[in-house]
């Protein structure tokens, strides 16, 4: 049988080790159930029993989620899941080297809620925009793009490293035909930007939210609303550029102004842009792609953060389509 893992969590602090547990051990359970050992513990003392390699990965796993206890990140099944997710557990893996040129300490602290960027990718994403004017995040969804990209504009505004935030999207799919749309221009584009408006609700709160809002501290608009204007000092993100056209990307790069930091982000595999035109998205891809100051980020499946059936559901589709451009190239 194999000899059960024992190891102390420090510092000795009830809070912080009943955080750890969840109410009822709700946490260790989770924990438990997701990787097939079993969890005991006498106050920071714990032993795991199990295979040697999954007891090992929960020991990881708890003294990683027992760091972000002490840091103040309020633990909760999701951000738990989150940490699981990945199938080799890569933040928690010991032997990982990450890249001596990305910032170690890459925790992102909001009002509400502190976000800690999980894998190299996101790591790399997250240091590019602390140092580029011009970011591409690009990737399938449930990478966290958009929701890092937020989470750093966040941080950046309550740092007063800016003034104020700009939110853009392309309102509709094809075209941006907001008209026949009942309601004013907030009524008519809010539903487009819901998952822009829940990012911030949950780092800010509503209230503050809405304040900022109402002293347009914070502005969410649809990408047409763009033109002619200069952005200085603003954090500006533009979610869903797959969907923009050649011009309406270079119309909203040429749109940033001093002081302002902008993100791009977009799935290229969603792209419903009318057949014939292509995006401005992996056009800037290829135009941009050695300019100084500009940095690109590549998100791949593996990245994907969302329930383990997202990852599959995108390896699926990635699967198929491969399967049916080799079927085209074969006829052809």
């Known amino acids: 049988m194999t000899p059960p893992t024992t190891f102390s969590l420090e510092p000795n602090d009830a809070r912080h080790l009943a955080a750890l ?45 027992y760091a972000d206890v002490t840091n103040g990140i309020q633990l909760s099944p999701d951000s738990i899941h989150l940490r699981l997710q990945d199938a080799d557990l890569e933040m928690l893996n010991e032997t990982e080297t990450p890249d001596a040129n990305i910032e170690t300490t890459s925790l992102i602290r909001t009002k509400r809620l502190s976000v800690r960027p999980r894998g190299q ?128 990307m270079k119309m909203f790069l040429t749109r940033i102004g001093f002081g302002s930091t902008a993100v791009v982000t977009g799935d290229t595999s969603q792209i419903d842009l009318p057949r014939g035109t292509q995006s401005g998205l992996t056009h800037a891809a290829q135009v941009l792609e050695n300019v100084e100051g500009i940095a690109f980020t590549q998100f791949g499946i593996k990245d994907v953060v969302r329930h383990p059936v997202v990852q599959r559901v995108v390896s699926a589709y990635e699967a198929h389509e491969q399967a049916n451009d080799h079927s085209r190239g074969n006829q052809a």
């Open 21 to 65: 547990c969840g109410q009822l051990d709700t946490h260790l359970r989770q924990i438990e159930n997701r990787l097939g050992i079993t969890i005991h513990n006498r106050g920071n003392t714990f032993e795991l029993r199990g295979s040697e390699s999954r007891c090992k990965m929960g020991a990881a796993l708890l003294t990683a989620l």
């Open 121 to 248: 990718n996101q790591r790399t994403y997250v240091a590019a925009i602390n140092h580029h004017d011009i970011n591409f995040g690009i990737g399938p969804a449930g990478t966290g793009k958009t929701y890092l990209a937020v989470a750093c504009a966040v941080r950046a505004l309550l740092n007063e490293e800016v003034k104020r935030i700009l939110l853009v999207r392309p309102a509709v799919e094809a075209g941006e035909r907001l008209g026949f749309l009942p309601g004013d221009l907030s009524q008519k584009v809010d539903p487009y930007l819901r998952p822009l408006y829940d990012a911030l609700y949950e780092m800010l709160g509503f209230e503050t939210v809405s304040k900022y809002i109402e002293r347009h501290i914070i502005e969410i608009a649809p990408l047409a609303f763009m033109r002619g204007r200069t952005l200085n000092h603003a954090f500006i993100i533009l979610d869903e550029a797959q969907n923009t056209t050649r011009e309406q």
